[in-house]
């Protein structure tokens, strides 16, 4: 199942009211940012400039 948009626990409360049981949920992207094919336990540096348009695009909604 891949949901795009989710509130606190909103995800775990529409299944919990299908009779569905969530072990876990794993976050695979944030804003920009996007695990891709990331290996299990992998490290990889995020580039300076995602940083910075994170960073513009946080202060414009500030």
């Not at 891949?2 to 509130?7: D, I, N, S, V, Y």
């Not at 409360?13 to 290996?39: H, K, N």
């Not at 580039?47 to 994170?54: G, N, Q, R, T």
């Amino acid at each position: 199942m891949t949901l795009t948009e989710g509130k606190n626990r909103e995800i775990r409360r529409v299944l919990e009211f299908m009779g569905l049981q969530v072990s876990r949920l794993i976050r695979v992207a944030y804003g920009p940012f996007d695990l891709g094919d990331l290996a299990v336990r992998g490290v990889e540096e995020v580039p300076a400039d995602a940083i910075a348009a994170l960073r513009r695009s946080i202060g414009k909604r500030a």
